[in-house]
Antibody, heavy 117, light 107 residues
Framework: QVQLQESGPGLVKPSQTLSLTCTVS??????????WSWIRQHPGKGLEWIGY???????YYNPSLKSRVTISVDTSKNQFSLKLSSVTAADTAVYYC?????????WGQGTLVTVSS | EIVLTQSPGTLSLSPGERATLSCRAS???????LAWYQQKPGQAPRLLIY???SRATGIPDRFSGSGSGTDFTLTISRLEPEDFAVYYC????????FGGGTKVEIK
């Protein structure tokens, strides 16, 4: 079955760019039919959609984050990535990748990214 | 942006009881593009219901979803010990937004 795994630095300095990668196993991103999403959860809080991408490269972003977000895909590595620029403490969260642009499933286990100097 | 409001914030119930969770949208959710998730501490959310009323693969039939337009409900017919968790609704008719969650705790 399809599994997703996030990877990347757990600590990012303010004003820098947060970069995460999601590696998909058990299925091909290129097979089509699904978008691939990034979602975050602030500590002890609810869920916030960041954006999603199709294997062709088509992207859709949360309007509230759009100016700082870039999502890209590397089909040769079966990965998709998130970049969030100009981070502040408010970007400290658990970041999840997931399959789907609607009812998303499965999800990765999540990775905590802390923004601090 | 479609805002989802979940109620109650916390539901205190005993195992075996029925749980009724509400999700209200600020505007109509097109084509009933409404999902429900369960999240336990330290875990990623798990998809329970999609399309307002369809159970995801492997989800027990004690979980059911209903509703349309702006009002949706998740019902757990008889709470099992493993059902105590936080539940989120999500709309995907217009991008994605999530509700604030309902915590179902043991009374």
């Amino acid at each position: 079955q399809v599994q997703l795994q996030e990877s990347g630095p757990g600590l990012v300095k303010p004003s820098q760019t947060l970069s995460l990668t999601c590696t998909v196993s058990g299925g091909s991103i290129s097979s089509g039919g699904y978008y691939w999403s990034w979602i975050r959860q602030h500590p002890g809080k609810g869920l916030e959609w960041i954006g999603y991408i199709y294997y062709s490269g088509s992207t859709y972003y949360n309007p509230s984050l759009k100016s700082r977000v870039t999502i890209s895909v590397d089909t040769s590595k079966n990965q998709f990535s998130l970049k969030l620029s100009s981070v502040t403490a408010a970007d400290t969260a658990v970041y999840y990748c997931a399959r789907g642009q609607g009812a998303t499933w499965p999800w990765g286990q999540g990775t905590l990214v802390t923004v601090s100097s | 942006e479609i805002v989802l409001t979940q109620s109650p914030g916390t539901l205190s119930l005993s195992p075996g009881e029925r749980a009724t969770l509400s999700c209200r949208a600020s505007q109509s959710v097109s084509s009933s593009y409404l999902a429900w998730y369960q999240q336990k501490p330290g875990q990623a959310p798990r998809l329970l219901i999609y399309g307002a009323s369809s159970r995801a693969t492997g989800i027990p039939d004690r979980f059911s979803g209903s509703g349309s337009g702006t009002d949706f409900t998740l019902t757990i017919s008889r709470l099992e010990p493993e059902d105590f968790a936080v539940y989120y609704c999500q709309q995907y008719g217009s991008f994605l937004t999530f509700g604030g969650g309902t915590k179902v705790e043991i009374k």
